[in-house]
């Protein structure tokens, strides 16, 4: 797996957006971005993920740089629900691969 | 998304028991599934590695053993805790994808096991 390095914590308003970054860059060409989270006592949430282009779906969106080397995981309009633990996995590109999971980044919306 | 489904959601066993915990993939062939443990404020750490009808690998430091994972079906992988002692008290989470697909994986809601 590529190491990540994300923040430990990060706060945000109810009803901001919210943009949670990650740093990749021994990532290889074909390796793909994931973004999980968990919230308490939960099994982990799939959000997204992505490999070059930018990518949108009803969660989130997740935006890569050219170079691929970071990346930011984005949540349009923060609630407190999204409150959770923010995980970016950039797994080996290998069929049956596990996600390794590092600290991620404790997200903390608050009214 | 997919659908996976684990159970029980929590278990109290004593010493010396063992208990088992199922994890199921409802709508999707998992041809391979994780198991995690997590203690608390900790990330998870992933156990063991199952392909369907294979043993499974374990991670390092990870008594095969003590914690026997069966995997004998596309929809279906348990992991058995034996001889339960209280330091096995810990939240199990079992994940499973469809590596033919090359999809994501796909996670249970955990399992809370206390041991007394």
């Known amino acids: 797996d590529a190491k990540t390095t994300q923040p430990p914590s990060m706060d945000c308003a109810e009803g901001r957006a919210a943009n949670l970054p990650c740093n990749h860059s021994?990532?290889?060409?074909?390796?793909?971005v994931y973004w999980y989270r968990q919230i308490h006592s939960q099994g982990p949430q799939y959000i997204i993920h992505?490999?070059?282009n930018n990518e949108t779906n009803e969660m989130a969106s997740l935006i890569i740089t050219e170079d691929r080397k970071s990346s930011t995981l984005i949540l349009p309009h923060a609630t407190l629900r999204d409150t959770a633990v923010y995980y970016c996995?950039?797994?080996?590109?290998?069929?049956?691969?596990?996600?390794?999971f590092g600290k991620g980044t404790t997200l903390s919306v608050s009214s | 998304g997919a659908v996976v489904s684990q159970h029980p959601s929590r278990v109290i066993c004593k010493s010396g028991t063992s208990v088992k915990i199922e994890c199921r993939s409802l709508?999707?062939?998992?041809?391979?599934m994780f198991w995690y443990r997590q203690f608390p404020k900790k990330s998870l750490m992933l156990m063991a590695t199952?392909?369907?009808?294979?043993?499974?690998?374990?991670e390092q430091g990870v008594e095969k053993d003590k914690f026997l994972i069966n995997h004998a079906s596309l929809t279906l992988s348990t992991l058995t805790v034996t001889s339960a002692h209280p330091e096995d008290s810990s939240f199990y989470i079992c994940?499973?994808?469809?590596?033919?697909?090359?999809?994501?994986?796909?996670f249970g809601q955990g399992t809370r096991l206390t041991v007394v």
């Open positions: 996995i950039a797994p080996t590109n290998q069929a049956g691969t596990a996600l390794i």
């Open positions: 992505g490999l070059k």
């Open positions: 994940s499973a994808r469809d590596s033919r697909q090359n999809t994501e994986a796909f």
């Open positions: 021994t990532i290889s060409g074909n390796e793909y």
């Open positions: 709508d999707f062939q998992a041809t391979t």
């Open positions: 199952s392909n369907e009808g294979s043993k499974a690998t374990y």
